[in-house]
């Protein structure tokens, strides 16, 4: 298979059964040929070392959750050393979070564990054409991911006296009740509510609530 396949696939995950069912997968598609494979983060990296250039990976499989360096870090590493080298994220989770970290870092593709053989091979031919590969579930958790970002972005252009503001309004305080809390006027107050609402692109003061309890600025009662 090795004389005969075009693409060189490296397999890098903590799990020798993981890799063993990989390497499996991969036998059902002669183009593409297991030249390497890694237990660690970190192992990947010397692996690569010792590879000639001409026997260097066109694609590895990367696990995310890794012991020392996981799937992201060790994807910045690569991709640092070797720009040419494509990534496709292997992992079980669906945390936003962690898709957003993968595709920023650098990886074509985002797989869950739980693909068949086929929608495996499938990711690997569009990582060849540099062409991203993800499922819908995938998708909509890297818009999550990234929305949630953005929001979370978006109140670093708040004061500290605006988001004090912020969070005595989430506790449903009049302006005269957050003027005589805060010892300022009335109408510092409205300005205050003023800014945040055209900082924060909403529209009154419902919104502003809604937007504190989101970002967890509101402490849940008792606490």
């Known amino acids: 298979m090795g004389e005969t396949a075009e693409y060189r696939i490296m397999i890098v995950d903590d799990h020798d059964m993981v890799r063993t069912g990989l390497k499996t997968y991969l036998m059902l598609e002669p183009k593409f040929e297991v030249c390497a494979e890694a237990g660690s983060g970190e192992e990947a990296l010397k692996a690569l070392e010792t590879l000639e250039p001409d026997r260097l990976p066109h694609i590895i499989l990367m696990d995310l959750m890794m012991p020392g360096m996981d799937g992201v870090e060790t994807t910045r590493a690569v991709l640092a050393r070797w720009p040419g080298i494509r990534i496709v994220m292997l992992t079980s989770f669906l945390e936003d979070d962690k898709v957003v970290a993968a595709v920023e870092a650098g ?10 053989a086929e929608e495996l091979i499938y990711a690997l031919n569009g990582a060849v054409r540099g062409m991203p590969v993800m499922t819908s579930d995938v998708s909509q958790a890297l818009t999550r991911g990234l929305r949630q970002r953005n929001a979370q972005e978006a109140d670093e252009g708040l004061t500290e006296r605006e988001k004090e503001v912020l969070l005595l309004i989430a506790e449903g305080r009049s302006n005269k009740e957050i003027a005589d809390e805060l010892h300022i006027s009335i109408k510092t107050v409205k300005t205050h509510v003023s800014n945040l609402l055209m900082k924060c692109e909403l529209e009154d003061r419902t919104q502003l609530a809604v937007y504190a309890h989101r970002k967890g600025l509101v402490k849940p009662a008792g606490r």
């Open 107 to 116: 990886a074509t593709s985002y797989v869950l564990k739980t693909v068949s």
